[in-house]
């Protein structure tokens, strides 16, 4: 991920600018009122640079866009580095995901919970509508979502004839069935 890569070079950019080491390198989401995709907080580096947070942030930055290709450009906020990453890195990324089929998704262990999901069950006696499909599609996807994060799951349809039916068939037989059973 992008934050591996960064933090690498950032290492690197110390130990080359600075002469420093073991540095705490923080990452923030850039703030919506920002220009950038992701922010490195200054401040815990100034004690390695020994100068103000404007310039040591810029002194990183314009090593980051520099020597790393992922860093298209970067602005300075008071002690944050806003980083904007190139448009390639993001296209490859989003290329990876795409041809990989199992992309973001978790192996269940034995141990995961087991979930059971029930969906549609339609009445056999009733024609099937689009409001049955629609929950078929529903309870699908929340069990694949659920599957894909690592969940155990049962998925279960009950296919029911019970219905408005045998109520009017015990109501007749209450009615007109003078008591017989069938062993009578």
């Not at 950032?10 to 073991?22: G, R």
């Not at 944050?80 to 190139?86: D, G, K, R, S, V």
Request: contains cysteine; charged residues 25%; hydrophobic residues 35%.
């Amino acid at each position: 991920m992008i934050e591996e890569i960064l933090k690498q070079e950032i290492e690197k950019c110390l130990a080359e600018l600075y002469s420093a080491t073991e540095q705490s390198i923080q990452f923030q989401k850039t703030r919506k009122d920002f220009e950038g995709d992701i922010t490195l907080v200054v401040f815990p580096l100034l004690r390695a640079s020994k100068k103000g947070p404007e310039q040591t942030a810029e002194e990183i930055g314009n090593y980051l866009k520099e020597k790393v290709k992922e860093v298209s450009d970067f602005n300075v906020v008071k002690g944050f580095l806003n980083l904007e990453i190139t448009q390639e890195y993001w296209c490859n990324q989003f290329i990876t995901a795409y041809n990989t089929d199992d992309y973001g998704v978790v192996k269940a262990d034995e141990n995961a919970p087991t979930y059971l999901v029930e969906y549609s069950s339609p009445n056999t006696n009733k024609p099937i509508h689009l409001g049955h499909l629609r929950n078929n599609f529903l309870g699908y996807s929340v069990a694949e979502i659920l599957k894909a994060s690592g969940k155990n799951v049962k998925k279960v349809q009950i296919i029911n004839d019970r219905g408005i039916h045998i109520c009017k068939s015990m109501i007749a037989w209450q009615e007109y069935g003078n008591g017989e059973t069938p062993e009578s």
